[in-house]
Every structure is written in C-alpha cells, then in structure tokens.
C-alpha cells in the first residue's frame, strides 16, 4: 500500500499512471475505430457488429466501468500535473520556443484534453445513452450525421484526438521506462502514423455517411 501512496504523492508516479491509462485509452479507441469501420461495409454488417458486442452483456458493462475509471484518473491526474505545472512556473515566458523537442502535439495537450472531454460528453449523449427502444444504432448515426453542423464538430473533435495521441503515445512509453534510443524514434514515428489513422479513420465515417444521403 505504501508504494501506491508514494506513487500518487510523486510528481513521475502520477506522470507513470497518466501514461498506463492513456495507452489503455489508445488501444480501446483503435478497437472501437475497427468495429465503427464496419458501417463501410453497410448497414445491415454494421447492426451485426453492435448486436455482437450487446451480446456480451455484463461484460461489456465491466469494460465500461473500467474505461470510466481510466477516465477519472487520467483527467483527475492530468489536472494536478497541470496546476502543479502553473504553480511551478507562475510567470510566463515572454517569448515561448518550442524547445527540447516540444511539439504541437505536447504543448496544446491540456487544453486539447479538456476539448475531448467536452466531445466525449456530447458524443456519448449522442450515441451511448440515445433512446434507442424505437430505433438502432444505424438511424441514430444516420440521422445525427446528416446535420452538417455536427459533422463539422465530430471531424474537429476526432482531429483534437489525433493531436494528443500524437504525442501521448510515445511519450507514454517513454514514461514508463520504454525509450531505448535504439527503438524510441520508431515508437516516436508509428505514434504519429497512429494518431493519423484515428483521425482519419474517425474522420472518414461521418464525411461518408453525409455523402451517402
């Protein structure tokens, strides 16, 4: 139990446990991207896929759960690291260089984390707690993505993911210890080809839905 303890109360136990729960999200968001994939593939195909996954009732129940307490701590302990940041550095620089191979990616990742849960929230208002006792999952997307204006906000949203991932990825592994020179620059370079196939892959499924109208 000490070690626990010492691990929250350390600013690298807490940097460790938003890496672990991070990675956990990427691949829960890969896998989810392959199953929404499946609306290529057509409607009926696309009603086969979520009633498999309905089909593991209390299982997916648990899996949620616990995607629910990844989310808590990740957002909880990414808003510590971020105060304890500020607090640390109280006056900003004048002038900002994107130094010590600082990207896009890990400057802006406060701030794009607070803007996917904003997008979590909407999306799951959307889709996961829709009233769907005189409809299906394939007329609920259908007709939230025949409004433009969320198509335009689900694009935005999935490109915020992207850009998190991008530097999430490897430097999650660089956190928990993974960063070998050797093979650092292919976890550096697969995590940004990663954050490229969510966002476009995200990406892809309303434009397509839209077009198909």
């Given at each position: 139990?000490?070690?626990?303890?010492?691990?929250?109360?350390?600013s690298i136990g807490k940097?460790?446990?938003?890496?672990?729960?991070?990675?956990?999200?990427?691949?829960?968001?890969?896998?989810?991207?392959?199953?929404?994939?499946?609306?290529?593939?057509?409607?009926?195909?696309?009603?086969?896929?979520?009633?498999?996954?309905?089909?593991?009732?209390?299982?997916?129940?648990?899996?949620?759960?616990?995607?629910?307490?990844?989310?808590?701590?990740?957002?909880?302990?990414?808003?510590?690291?971020?105060?304890?940041?500020?607090?640390?550095?109280?006056?900003?620089?004048?002038?900002?260089?994107?130094?010590?191979?600082?990207?896009?990616?890990?400057?802006?990742?406060?701030?794009?984390?607070?803007?996917?849960?904003?997008?979590?929230?909407?999306?799951?208002?959307?889709?996961?707690?829709?009233?769907?006792?005189?409809?299906?999952?394939?007329?609920?997307?259908?007709?939230?993505?025949?409004?433009?204006?969320?198509?335009?906000?689900?694009?935005?949203?999935?490109?915020?993911?992207?850009?998190?991932?991008?530097h999430g990825f490897w430097?999650?592994?660089?956190?928990?210890?993974?960063?070998?020179?050797?093979?650092?620059?292919?976890?550096?370079?697969?995590?940004?080809?990663?954050?490229?196939?969510?966002?476009?892959?995200?990406?892809?499924?309303?434009?397509?839905?839209?077009?198909?109208?």
């Amino acid at each position: 139990m000490d070690w626990l303890i010492r691990t929250f109360n350390s600013s690298i136990g807490k940097k460790q446990i938003m890496a672990v729960t991070g990675l956990g999200f990427c691949l829960f968001v890969f896998v989810h991207l392959m199953g929404n994939l499946s609306i290529y593939t057509g409607k009926e195909s696309f009603l086969s896929y979520v009633e498999r996954l309905h089909s593991f009732g209390s299982l997916v129940t648990l899996a949620e759960l616990g995607l629910v307490v990844l989310a808590l701590f990740h957002i909880g302990i990414g808003c510590l690291l971020f105060i304890q940041n500020l607090r640390a550095r109280p006056v900003r620089y004048a002038v900002k260089k994107r130094a010590g191979g600082r990207t896009l990616g890990s400057i802006t990742a406060p701030y794009t984390g607070f803007l996917i849960l904003v997008f979590i929230v909407v999306h799951l208002l959307k889709f996961r707690f829709a009233d769907k006792t005189t409809t299906n999952d394939y007329i609920i997307l259908s007709n939230t993505f025949a409004q433009i204006g969320y198509v335009f906000f689900y694009v935005v949203g999935v490109a915020l993911v992207a850009v998190h991932v991008s530097h999430g990825f490897w430097s999650g592994f660089q956190t928990i210890g993974l960063n070998h020179p050797r093979y650092m620059p292919f976890i550096q370079r697969f995590g940004i080809l990663f954050s490229v196939v969510l966002g476009v892959g995200f990406a892809s499924i309303p434009v397509y839905i839209l077009s198909t109208l």
